[in-house]
């Protein structure tokens, strides 16, 4: 009887999995449950790092990532802009992914009503997309005019007032990497803090944190990371201010558990298949 | 001269970006920020050139009317009504040819590049990416099995990792006193992270950087001729 219901479970038709998943994502998400979020120090590294700025400070925010990752590192972004703006930061975006000009765009405009002081040009600036990685923030480590000699709307930089004494990496405060593959956070580890030695902290995509784990170390390649939907969540969490990554927690938790059902049940099938091979043999 | 002109190129520009690493006087450290430059030319045109090739490998397809040929036809639609929208009319930041574009914008409220952006790329592009969930679901459910002390300490090692990284992680702890805190399945996950995981990463990184000194060696040498074309 248990073995017929096992090989029945085990033979499970694929569908059926997607329907769980896809009931267990978009349940949550429809009546949140509203999880505690625990906040982790990594997480913390970066809300001091952000936090510890002088009011007035330039810092930079590098929008590393695309569409496709949108969901994961977008609420960090705007958590991050949020911070900054509550803090009176100069930002100065830039991207080294194409699609990352449109996805700082997006991150301002959703913060933008609550800060109405806030002026292009001014308090913050968006410099646009350049080809290069690697090559592109060592020039901008040098002479950020080299690198972008226009902002995003063709204005040469020399005449945006945020710009003022700002020719290199030496006046930033900090740098802030968001990113999804390559080029992005490794990159900036490289060139960024490693050649310049201006603080570093990122944020990326889950699948990412295990290869830039390595980098939050001792020295502070990384000071803080923030990974994945849960590390956007944390975030939310330290500045108050919840959004969709707080939302998206109760989905992605119930969708894990999911999957972590759906592994136990198929191991205890396979133990219950293998014991009665046994038998028979 | 086709094929030792570019290795001449190669060991040229190899050694002397090494040689401007450790002499930053002149004329090193000034040719070593000119050929930066260079490389953002290059990268640029490197751009165009995959576009020309985008188009040139989808209309070959469709001209030999290869499998599934009608969606390299959506393909070569899709990429020219985005350059199109962005020639004529610009992105929210830059005009375009036809620069009064208030009609177009009243209509869609956005500029017809930001509109395809926003509502078309950015959805399709997340649902190619969220539909990973639901493979890595059905495959995790297939495959993950505990066959040998290997994959049991993976499975193990992946299930408190998952746990560890949602709030059902410290949910299903929470109850546990304050004095064993280190118990917490999300105090556990990242423990196998900071040490397991980040320890194996490590080797995997420094490895690949020999791997990369010296393939970079072998390509500055002229051994490595790959990036000519496989000849």
């Known amino acids: ?281 | 001269m086709k094929r030792n002109l570019p290795l001449l190129i190669t060991f040229l520009v190899g050694t002397l970006i090494i040689f401007a690493e450790f002499i930053p006087h002149k004329p090193f450290g000034n040719l070593s920020g000119g050929l930066e430059t260079w490389f953002m030319i290059i990268s640029g045109f490197a751009i165009l050139l995959g576009q020309l090739n985008l188009i040139k490998v989808n209309t070959i397809k469709i001209s030999r009317k290869a499998p599934n040929w009608q969606y390299y036809i959506i393909c070569i639609v899709s990429f020219a009504a985005m350059v199109i929208a962005g020639i004529l009319w610009g992105t929210r930041d830059q005009t375009g040819i036809l620069k009064n574009s208030q009609g177009v914008v009243s209509w869609l409220g956005l500029k017809p590049f930001d509109y395809f952006f926003k509502y078309f790329f950015e959805n399709l592009s997340a649902t190619m990416f969220s539909l990973l969930a639901f493979f890595v679901a059905s495959a995790s459910y297939r495959a993950f099995r505990a066959r040998s002390l290997e994959s049991t300490l993976l499975l193990i090692a992946a299930v408190i990792v998952m746990l560890g990284r949602t709030t059902i992680g410290s949910w299903l702890t929470g109850w546990v006193p304050e004095s064993l805190t280190y118990l917490h399945i999300p105090q556990v996950a990242q423990f196998v992270i900071k040490y397991f995981q980040t320890t194996g990463q490590r080797a995997i990184m420094i490895c690949a950087g020999l791997g990369i000194v010296g393939s970079s060696v072998r390509i500055i040498l002229g051994i490595e001729r790959s990036y000519l074309g496989g000849k």
């Open chain 1, 1 to 281: 009887m248990i073995m017929k219901l096992f090989e029945k479970l085990l033979a499970i038709d694929r569908r059926i999995i997607f329907i769980l998943i896809f009931l267990s994502v978009a349940i949550p998400l429809l009546f949140v449950i509203g999880f505690k979020i625990e906040v982790t120090p990594e997480v913390e590294n970066v809300y001091e790092l952000v936090d510890s700025a002088p009011k007035g400070s330039h810092v930079l925010i590098s929008f590393d990532y695309g569409p496709s990752t949108k969901p994961e590192i977008q609420p960090m972004a705007e958590a991050l802009i949020r911070h900054c703006f509550r803090n009176d930061y100069k930002v100065i975006c830039t991207a080294l992914w194409p699609m990352g000009v449109q996805m700082c765009m997006e991150a301002i405009d959703e913060v933008s009503p609550d800060f109405p002081n806030k002026k292009y040009g001014i308090d913050f600036v968006n410099l646009g997309y350049k080809a290069g990685g690697l090559v592109t923030i060592n020039l901008m480590g040098r002479d950020f005019c080299s690198a972008f000699p226009t902002d995003a709307a063709n204005t040469p930089i020399d005449e945006l007032q945020i710009m003022d004494g700002i020719k290199n990496f030496k006046r930033l405060k900090f740098i802030i990497g968001l990113s999804a593959g390559a080029p992005g956070l490794k990159e900036w580890v490289q060139v960024g803090h490693d050649a310049y030695g201006i603080p570093l902290a990122g944020g990326s995509t889950a699948v990412q944190v295990p290869s830039l784990s390595p980098y939050v170390n001792a020295q502070k390649q990384l000071t803080g990371l923030l990974g994945g939907l849960k590390g956007a969540a944390e975030y939310e969490v330290l500045i108050n201010h919840p959004g969709s990554a707080t939302k998206g927690m109760d989905a992605q938790s119930i969708a894990h558990l999911v999957i972590i059902i759906f592994i136990i049940i198929g191991n205890i099938g396979y133990f219950v298949s293998k014991k009665n091979e046994k038998k028979i043999s």
